[in-house]
């Protein structure tokens, strides 16, 4: 045990343990598990004995309990094993050299195992079973027989209960028991971490249902962002490899709802825990893309993420080029995008002026989706079969006869939604000649249709047409309901002229108030002149007054004059008198003088 640990603690503390000091702690830990085996009555733990002095003891037929730790030093072993392959070039013949001692480490385990059920020591058993757990679940049946084909000649293998001899060559029911022992026996964290990776292989194996309603019975989405990190890397592994088995089995709309959370994100490589990714608005301290980094997973552990963002788009694809074509039935539903994600690169890839042919899996997926739209069914056939990315699954031809198959169906879904108004009648064998689909089965999707009320229309049985409903016949087409919005927004414009020139002729007054005012305007003109006369009336009997006194006042202003005074009547009778008056006396007082 001091060996070992002096072994491990030689690392450095910046990189990995290297190569030939893990061997011998490997070799010292694999001394040390078969002293254990032939003598049965050692057992270390970590509440063991310990003897600090030199002197030899003898034990007559008794348990010998020494002080260590078994689970410590194979959780050292694995994580710097793990940490080599982190820090090697996975593309370099060295990678592939280190990958070489993955047999004789999982043995390790497998011995270990052995001893910690033999001591009964349930916690250390816990922890070992999910480091072969760990070995086992990401990879397929025929590599795991012959990793377990290895492990069948250690003598522990006959005795151990978790793993009977029976399922020998059963890799489906030997990940099973140990799932099902950490179930039973496990706490919460193991537990979730076993569900997890069974679910893995269970879509691994393309048994999508199983895992389907493994992962659902767990509940364990409902609290997955409270966990630790490494869990929920776990859990988006699961996800996506559930979208990848629902697509290989034709389920397109179950695949695309497991991966449209991951993908619609634009952070795969952190959440799969395969590179750290660079961030657009903020950047990574070192701490944190050192943490990062540790969690990365080794590259022959990783999720082919170009693969995966294939499968998302193609789903994506067949699911929202019926959807566009729809809104040609219901043009005022407002209608969100089933993939925003999709969208926005569609809309995007027709915004460019030149297009050249298709380099990569996004531009071939993009130009079949744009032949869809069109009805070129072959054509969006043709560009999706032609994508390499799909030799990478076990079962390819099967699965490009089946994307064939949907592009057909869809591309008649699309059909009926873009014409449906331009028809009131069309034949199933036209149609079927049309998209190269036998009558049956275009009569099956049809009759779908319309009792899912996707087409306002009927089947006529006995002429093998589809009768689209008046509704269909009213229902403008494309060019009709393009012109509609474009005389709804020049009349808008218009309205909008209207008032800005009625604010500049007006000086912010509507002419409705503007004709009001003139009206108040003549009111209260009108009320003035009905004063004058009123006044002018009232005023009649005065009238021999105030001539008498302008003719006085005619009089003093001759007066004023003669004299040299300066007076003047004016302003009625009033004026003239104290005209008269002032014009009198200047005459007088220049006479006086």
């Not at 070039?89 to 052995?114: A, K």
């Not at 099902?180 to 069974?198: C, G, I, K, Q």
């Not at 927004?489 to 002419?511: C, M």
Request: aromatic share 6%; charged share 25%; net charge negative.
């Amino acid at each position: 045990m001091t060996l070992i640990s002096a072994q491990f603690d030689s690392a450095p503390s910046s990189g990995y343990l290297p190569t030939e000091m893990w061997h011998n702690a490997q070799s010292r830990l694999n001394e040390l598990l078969a002293l254990l085996e032939t003598n049965r009555q050692i057992t270390i733990v970590e509440t063991g004995d310990s003897h600090d002095y030199e002197e030899d003891f003898e034990y007559k037929d008794a348990t010998i309990t020494l002080r260590g730790s078994i689970i410590a030093s194979i959780d050292r072993l694995d994580d710097e094993f793990t940490k080599s392959l982190q820090n090697i070039d996975p593309h370099t013949p060295e990678y592939v050299e280190r990958m070489r001692d993955t047999v004789p480490l999982y043995l390790t385990i497998v011995r270990s195992q052995g001893y910690f059920e033999r001591s009964n020591l349930k916690e250390s058993l816990c922890h070992v079973v999910l480091r072969r757990l760990e070995h086992l679940y990401y990879r397929t049946d025929q590599v795991n027989l012959h990793v377990e084909s290895a492990a069948a000649a250690l003598p522990c293998i006959s005795e151990s209960s978790v793993v009977p001899a029976s399922t020998a060559g059963d890799m489906e029911a030997i990940i099973h028991r140990l799932c099902t022992f950490l179930y039973l026996n496990a706490d919460t964290l193991l537990r979730s971490r076993a569900m997890l990776m069974h679910v893995f292989n269970h879509a691994l194996h393309k048994r999508y249902y199983v895992a389907r309603d493994l992962l659902l019975m767990s509940h364990i989405q409902e609290n997955i962002h409270q966990a630790d990190v490494n869990t929920q890397v776990l859990y988006n592994r699961a996800t996506a490899q559930l979208g990848l088995a629902a697509f290989r089995l034709g389920k397109i709309q179950e695949s695309f709802e497991h991966t449209v959370e991951l993908m619609s994100t634009g952070h795969q490589r952190e959440l799969l825990a395969q590179g750290v990714g660079q961030q657009r608005m903020h950047q990574l301290s070192p701490n944190e893309e050192q943490l990062q980094r540790q969690r990365q997973l080794p590259f022959h552990i990783s999720i082919n993420l170009e693969l995966l963002e294939c499968v998302f788009l193609t789903s994506s694809m067949l699911l929202e080029i019926p959807f566009m074509a729809s809104a040609n039935i219901n043009p005022d539903a407002r209608r969100a995008p089933i993939s925003r994600a999709f969208r926005r690169m569609l809309d995007f890839n027709e915004r460019q002026v030149f297009m050249g042919p298709p380099e990569n899996t996004r531009d071939h997926i993009m130009a079949a989706a744009k032949a869809l739209a069109a009805g070129e069914w072959e054509e969006a056939r043709d560009f999706i079969q032609s994508i390499r990315i799909w030799s990478l699954l076990p079962d390819s031809e099967e699965i490009t006869a089946m994307l064939a198959s949907k592009i057909q169906v869809e591309a008649l879904r699309t059909y009926l939604f873009t014409y449906a108004t331009q028809f009131e009648a069309v034949g199933l064998a036209d149609l079927a000649t049309m998209f190269s689909l036998p009558k049956g089965k275009v009569y099956a999707l049809l009759a779908r249709m319309v009792y899912n009320n996707e087409v306002q229309a009927s089947l006529d049985e006995v002429g093998g047409v589809l009768v689209f409903s008046r509704a269909s016949h009213d229902a403008s087409s494309r060019l009709q309901q393009t012109a509609l919005v474009l005389s709804n927004k020049a009349n808008t414009f218009a309205d909008i002229n209207e008032r800005v020139f009625e604010l500049k002729i007006y000086g912010g007054q509507a002419p409705g108030d503007r004709q009001q005012g003139g009206e108040r305007g003549e009111r209260q003109q009108g009320d003035r002149d009905g004063r004058s006369n009123q006044n002018r009336r009232d005023g009649g009997g005065q009238g021999g007054r105030d001539g008498r006194d302008n003719r006085d006042g005619q009089r003093g202003n001759q007066n004023r004059r003669d004299g040299g005074g300066q007076g003047g009547g004016h302003r009625g009778g009033r004026g003239g008198r104290r005209g008269g008056n002032v014009g009198g006396g200047g005459g007088q007082r220049r006479n006086d003088n």
